[in-house]
């Protein structure tokens, strides 16, 4: 299986999960602070590998299974691999070089996901930060959808149709201009 149509679905998985349960006008547990900055990072983490053409070693492929396991019944409750299985999957990726579209969507995903990780760890989060958070989520989740390929298997049985990068990338800064980011131009 191509490592990036996997790891997109990872990142759209997680994304989708993130953005659906972003609240911005309630107080936040110290429990949803560390999980949502799990996951960013879990983000990150993924981008990397498609940003660096990097294989997966027993370290990151460790980190991943941990955060599937971990997550199972939460973020992946519609996946139906057993933890045995979904570590065959990643074992027998390979890695294709992205395209140059592609590779300009892993770009905005990587400083979008700084910017996320950056935003999340201030330490006080009013009501206009944890907006900008939630519309940058926004952005992040329809871009792993460039690297999808419907006629391969899915790790969660999705059946959402792969998008063209320029698609993407125009949906992304359909949300990305209503951000005050002015560290990150995206």
């Avoid at 107080?27 to 990397?48: A, D, H, N």
């Avoid at 890695?95 to 999340?120: A, S």
């Avoid at 329809?142 to 059946?159: A, D, E, H, I």
């Amino acid at each position: 299986m191509e490592a990036n149509a996997i790891l997109g679905e990872l990142l759209y998985i997680v994304s989708n999960f993130e953005k659906g349960r972003f609240k911005t006008n309630i107080f936040w547990s110290r429990g949803y602070k560390i999980s949502l900055r799990e996951s960013l990072f879990f983000m990150l983490t993924i981008v990397q590998l498609m940003k660096n053409d990097i294989c997966l070693d027993d370290s990151t492929r460790g980190d991943i299974i941990d955060f599937y396991k971990n997550n199972t019944n939460i973020i992946f409750c519609q996946s139906n691999l057993e933890e045995a299985e979904f570590t065959d999957i990643l074992t027998k990726l390979y890695m294709r070089p992205p395209t140059d579209e592609q590779r300009c969507v892993i770009g905005l995903m990587y400083k979008i996901l700084n910017e996320c990780i950056t935003l999340q760890s201030r330490s006080i989060l009013n009501h206009k930060h944890k907006k900008q958070l939630s519309l940058l989520l926004k952005s992040l989740h329809n871009l792993p959808r460039v690297f999808f390929n419907s006629s391969k298997q899915t790790l969660c049985n999705s059946y959402v149709s792969a998008l063209q990068p320029s698609e993407a990338i125009s949906f992304a800064l359909s949300y990305l201009k209503n951000t005050t980011c002015s560290e990150t131009k995206f």
